[in-house]
């Protein structure tokens, strides 16, 4: 099988080293420039004590240069939100393709992204064209796509975890409240009081209750898994821990349906999904079983007295969440076996 | 103001040693004795390197030695479920007050206390007369009462975050969901593989979903402030840190009601009371900011998109949540000034 | 007995936090002024979530503002090395006394000063009459004194590992190695990407190999035990845990010397010591039996194959390590019992 | 290249549970058999959630069953101290190459064993024979082995740090002092109060000071490395956090001997070695470099006014500290290249 040559443009942040440290393991992947503004013209090692050996020469270019990756098949971008949609036009328009790790092509409508994201979107062709790159769900899409929109870590995980109940009718959508948890590395590198680790360990608190961003994007996914549109309650909260999301996802089950049938509809939806494990017998997902893998562990109950349908699922959120879901997206793309290069065992402890 | 003579029964464990912890610092208390079965016989600060240097000279006595506690004025029970059932009625006999720490005078009827907990009640007529201590809502019941039921940590928090909207009849007690978060020493001093360090640290997860015994004890508050029973949805989750406690409680707030109403609503409820702090503005609760203390952080927001209020509390499992409760009880029974020996500020970090 | 009306100059950091929360419980100081130049303003509770019910109405003023703390009648200097040494002169001449928290006034010689902090001293005539504020073995001094030079955390804990050895004689001064390790609040409230929380926990490392600025500090006080002066190896370490600090000292024995001998200079030394606990037997220091207490836990051990001593000193670096060991020195010098207002027991878990 | 079998005895574990997660990516082992006394007939994901979607239908035999093993071409033992030397005999005799990961065959001495282990050992002649598994010094001697005594995580970090400084002569043995930290999964999966979360998280502190069992597994090295015996002085500490592990060595620098030739000498021992790092400039190990790889990062510091050298190792205790070092061994046992199936980059964060 052939090699291709891959770019990651603001590679210097947790999700530029989780794709570096997952394309190490990659056979058909050759990693031929990355950028960083803050760290240009210093190794890898420098950024990541943990990669230097595995990148011993592998420098940053500056990220405004824009032939730092000129020649790349695959450009990964991992930049603010609002920087990817001025970047990718000129790296589709030169022949390569493109994943955007961040928000700007996640949407399928350019006024929900100009809703949430505080500004019109540069590229609305662009948008229309891009594919979200969900493989569970939208694999056939991503075969074909020049732009890959890879999803936010919250959507990945609250739409695990629903998807199946609301595809096959067993759940109201309306109604539906995510509540989500996740390690400190979803916040991001950049240091800040909120991340500082004394403020952060030995402490738990919700954020942005009724306000994040992530919002709009689970209930696009919602609409299409549901066949109707519903509006999404969504709380996330602080873990002191580094890495891992959990998702517990509250839905109201329609009438007649019983647990066992829950059940059986997940354990098929899921039955050929390599990432995907549902979880049978008393097993419920904890994040420490996903660590550093590219899996997601999925879980129902069914709650008789309330008739709720509790739904859950973990997943590292710098793996599954996002720097492995994206090489997943190359996989796809490119036609490679959908696992290449991405570790199914998490670590344990 | 006089002293009273306090016996802790099962003192080794962690809300005994919390217990022990903040009766260092009460004027009116003189702990006369403690007793384990698994300590008998050794020091405190054997047991509580933490405190070796308080009690210098304390002992456990063997826990089923009735004579330990003999003479005290209030006794603290903190043994498992089904134990304080049978140590209560002779301590009763004997003139002392007993404030119980686990769950056998929590419930208003006996049968649902045999549903959840697996077992008949020995003395349904104690039930009958015992009191739920959680003095924000209960005070004028427990300045009376011989025997104190403490509540459970959970039902504390959600009670807390719930209680107003719902005496205000502002949200519907049906549907409610009760997404609760807890540290580790809310599983007790016990060492089992799931809370063994590595096994818990870097991890999160829910446990016992659709459950858990707390359920009942929450059913029973929401039927006393909402004026009508409600089944309610309650999931649990381990989070890798020693203290504190979130609730992300999670209701349909009924037509026409205003956030500004829910604001003031809280804000009016909790003005006088010295434990609870009702956040105003963008703050949100924080388990850090009551670390060590026995106050609670309440915060309201509504989602206007979906008409939900979720209500937030963050507490110490083991002072409000546990220790800092039963003492504060313990003031309301002797009328001490109900803050006496309780903390306010908390540890940050 | 009076009220001393206290100040604390940069009051928003962990040290001033710290100090505010211990203040609470004592009940000879009134805090009358806090300074704050980047929270100038704002209440304390802004800055700290854990204390705004303690100090509702207190707001922070510009640390600027001389007259500030006017008026003050001690002033607790929590601002960098180098502005200490600026604000302390006209605080003095006006009458009040002053502990700093840094380092500008624990040097008895300007030199040792200038060559560890990069800077001459810009009073050392304050220097030559300022106290070092370690109670335990300059008490006598403090009483007396006008101002204050309050210890580094390491120093304190190395000091009290060591001491009694070196000054019975019964180790070698010169070879002493002090390995010590520390949590993160020690690296104070800053934040940066080394102690982004993400970076630090599930991290272990050494920092300043050799080139810690407290080493002057612990060979001063090495001099001054031992009445010979030694060069000291020094290596701290930081832990992923937010307080908590563990010196593990090496030092030679000297022929004949027996471990009984060692353990029994120890218990006599510290034998009247409210603040220092001398473990016995099996017990080993450890951090947690300290958190948010102002002890020390102190053991010895004798390698018989090796002929080292191994003192081991545990503390709260937040607490005897900064600002309780500065509460503890108020007290001193304003001739209130040594232990007012600072917590003995520590807070398990 | 030819597939080997392999068998894990005592599999239930950290340790085992490592090896089958570095397994799953080696291309010329087949896991053809696991034991565990404790879970047997239960499937590997009961006992590691992370690794059930790796090993679908692989169960665990009961240890107890020698034929469990039988076929197999390398068995690694990771069973207590004292069953290897039992279990070893047999297994050599059918043909089998045995690595043990435990202490029985990490000795050229049976009485040293003997004298540490509490027990007369049981194959003195197999001991002889044994060869201790530490590739960067003894690559030969295990190319050729039938039996591997695994190092212990101590000793490995230990030897990595001081061996270049010993071997060449740049420091004194004698006095050589080993400071060692270690997460807690080096304590096994066995749950015990100490080890339980609320007892260890926030929490610091030394353990075995004086009497660790490591102690003469270091001594042994030192003296290959040295050409002569000499006591060490060793003390463990354990850090709140799952894995990795950091020496902190103080080794006295022979008179004549500068700081740049002390660097020279590790950077050229090192230099042919892909799992040892010999950091420059002003990188200091860190715990995280290392997680989850077989690397170890080691550095050395001149403490110029001491003439102390301080050399400092990090790694993974369970990786290059046990299962990543057992597979190195069956690598250059099997004749594969080194680094086959073990990870180079580190989980960061």
């Known amino acids: ?81 609002g920087v990817a949609m001025t970047l990718a036009p000129p790296l589709l328009a030169a022949g390569a393709r493109v994943i955007d790790l961040g928000a700007d092509f996640r949407f399928r ?44 870590c919250y959507p990945t995980a609250a739409a695990l975890a629903v998807w199946p109940a609301l595809e096959a009718g067993l759940a109201e959508p309306e109604g539906l409240i995510v509540d989500a948890k996740s390690g400190v590395s979803g916040a991001g590198r950049h240091p800040a009081l909120e991340y500082h680790f004394p403020e952060v360990a030995e402490n738990l608190r919700a954020y942005k209750v009724a306000g994040h961003r992530h919002t709009p ?54 039955a050929g999904e390599p990432m995907i494990s549902f979880l049978e017998g008393d097993a419920l997902p904890q994040t420490k079983a996903v ?28 793996v599954k969440g996002a720097a492995g879901q994206a090489v997943q997206n190359l996989n796809v793309l490119c036609g490679f076996p959908e696992t290449t290069g991405l570790p199914l065992a998490g670590l344990w402890p």
């Open 1 to 81: 099988m052939e090699e291709v040559r891959v770019g990651i443009v603001g590679a210097s942040g947790y999700t530029g080293g989780e794709l570096l440290r997952l394309l190490v393991g990659h056979p058909q992947v050759e990693v031929a420039a990355v950028t960083s503004r803050s760290l240009a013209g210093r190794l890898v090692g420098e950024a990541f004590p943990s990669l230097g050996a595995s990148y011993p020469r592998l420098a940053f270019a500056p990220t405004d240069s824009p032939e730092a990756v000129a020649g790349c098949d695959v450009v990964f971008l991992t930049v603010p939100s």
């Open 109 to 152: 409508e350019a006024a929900v992204y100009a809703a949430w994201y505080g500004q019109p979107h540069a590229c609305p062709d662009l948008l229309a064209e891009a594919v979200y790159g969900l493989p569970e769900f939208f694999r056939e899409e991503i075969r074909k796509a020049r732009l890959v929109g890879n999803p936010g």
């Open 217 to 270: 994007e689970i209930e696009q996914l919602v609409a299409v898994a549901a066949g109707q549109p519903a509006a999404v309650t969504f709380t996330p909260h602080l873990i002191p821990m580094n890495r891992g999301m959990l998702v517990t996802a509250y839905l109201r089950l329609r009438p007649g349906v019983e647990p066992a049938e829950v059940a059986e509809t997940y354990r098929r939806r899921y």
């Open 291 to 318: 660590a550093g893998s590219n899996r997601v562990d999925v879980a129902v109950r069914v709650d008789t007295r309330t008739r709720r349908l509790v739904a859950l699922a973990a997943l590292d959120n710098l």
